[in-house]
């Protein structure tokens, strides 16, 4: 078993910035895929980004890049999500994923929730016009 804690969220104004973090204990030896997921309510939660743990692979959904950047610090088991350059649209509750990466293929990590076993409760993040 994995354990998943996330904070970080805020409420800010758009065009600010926000750092989440992940928060990971348990099995993490297992871990080989980590993911953020956002969901607004009404909505299917949908894909971020992703980082292959071992091999350092980011991928990002389109409507993050070049704003969001993943990112890991093995030693403290922490997962974390940069974001700049805020929009409204940005608003939901951010969750962190966890897998050993049985849908990751050619060293990147699934993008799909099913391929997440491990999933923290979710910290929301609020961005104001």
């Known amino acids: 078993q994995v354990h998943l804690v996330e904070s970080g969220g805020d409420s800010v104004e758009a065009g600010g910035s926000l750092r989440l973090s992940c928060s990971a204990s348990g099995a993490t030896y297992n871990v080989n895929c980590m993911g953020w997921f956002r969901q607004v309510p009404g909505k299917e939660r949908e894909w971020v980004a992703a980082?292959?743990?071992?091999?350092?692979?980011?991928r990002y959904d389109d409507s993050v890049k070049g704003r969001f950047t993943i990112s890991q610090d093995v030693g403290k088991n922490t997962l974390y999500l940069q974001m700049n350059s805020l929009k409204p649209e940005d608003t939901a509750v951010y969750y962190c994923?966890?897998?050993?990466?049985?849908?990751?293929?050619?060293?990147?990590?699934?993008?799909?929730?099913?391929?997440?076993?491990?999933w923290g409760q979710g910290t929301q993040v609020t961005v104001s016009s």
């Open positions: 994923a966890a897998d050993w990466g049985r849908f990751a293929a050619g060293g990147y990590c699934s993008t799909d929730q099913q391929g997440y076993d491990y």
């Open positions: 980082i292959h743990t071992t091999l350092a692979n980011e």
